[in-house]
Antibody, heavy 118, light 109 residues
Framework: EVQLVESGGTLVQPGGSLRLSCAAS????????MNWVRQAPGRGLEWVSY????????YYADSVKGRLTISRDNAKNSLYLQMNSLRAEDTAVYYC???????????WGQGTLVTVSS | EIVLTQSPGTLSLSPGERATLSCRAS???????LAWYQQRPGQAPRLLIY???SRATGIPDRFSGSGSGTDFTLTISRLEPEDFAVYYC??????????FGQGTKLEIK
């Protein structure tokens, strides 16, 4: 069974830092591109970042460029999101999602909540 | 940047009826990169359709997708109670950012 399990979400002060993790199992993690997608309370989905299977390509939404960094460790079947200089508008549930171009994001985790507030 | 606009914002229908959801892009892109997702309250999104018209694994055949260029459609032929949810389109693979539409809420009339 495919599983993606996010962790690391918590309450953090504006300007603070946080590292989210996504543990993958049940599929060949190293063969798939991965993404982070977030959803602010009561709002729609916002794509945040993409990383290719071997980490050679990374993309970011303009709203997070320079503050959030995506990475992965294929040996540990894990995806990460380093979040720096956090703002109130970063408050959201963060989902990791797998999928290659042309196939959609087929697998999603349950999400982890990040709250940025003083 | 490709902007996706979904319509209507809210669709009120009864079980058994047919639902037609629209997704319009600000510029043309390959239909290979258009996906549809369903999100029920309190749950993660679920992939329904990829490549504009291919159903994901386990998705019932009452769900179908069509379209090309800038205009895409998700059709649910006969609504079941579990289909009332929010639906999002996304372009994934054309060029970043891999934007989502703002969503269409399908509610019970």
């Amino acid at each position: 069974e495919v599983q993606l399990v996010e962790s690391g979400g918590t309450l953090v002060q504006p300007g603070g830092s946080l590292r989210l993790s996504c543990a993958a199992s049940g599929f060949t993690f190293s063969s798939y591109s991965m993404n982070w997608v977030r959803q602010a309370p009561g709002r729609g989905l916002e794509w945040v970042s993409y990383i290719s299977s071997r980490s050679s390509t990374k993309y970011y939404a303009d709203s997070v460029k320079g503050r959030l960094t995506i990475s992965r460790d294929n040996a540990k079947n894990s995806l990460y999101l380093q979040m720096n200089s956090l703002r109130a508008e970063d408050t959201a549930v963060y989902y990791c999602a797998s999928g290659d171009y042309g196939s959609g994001m087929g697998y999603w985790g349950q999400g982890t909540l990040v709250t940025v507030s003083s | 940047e490709i902007v996706l606009t979904q319509s209507p914002g809210t669709l009120s229908l009864s079980p058994g009826e047919r639902a037609t959801l629209s997704c319009r892009a600000s510029q043309s892109f390959s239909s290979s990169y258009l996906a549809w997702y369903q999100q029920r309250p309190g749950q993660a999104p679920r992939l329904l359709i990829y490549g504009a018209s291919s159903r994901a694994t386990g998705i019932p055949d009452r769900f179908s997708g069509s379209g090309s260029g800038t205009d895409f459609t998700l059709t649910i032929s006969r609504l079941e109670p579990e289909d009332f949810a929010v639906y999002y389109c996304q372009q994934y693979g054309s060029s970043p950012p891999y934007s989502f539409g703002q969503g269409t809420k399908l509610e019970i009339k």
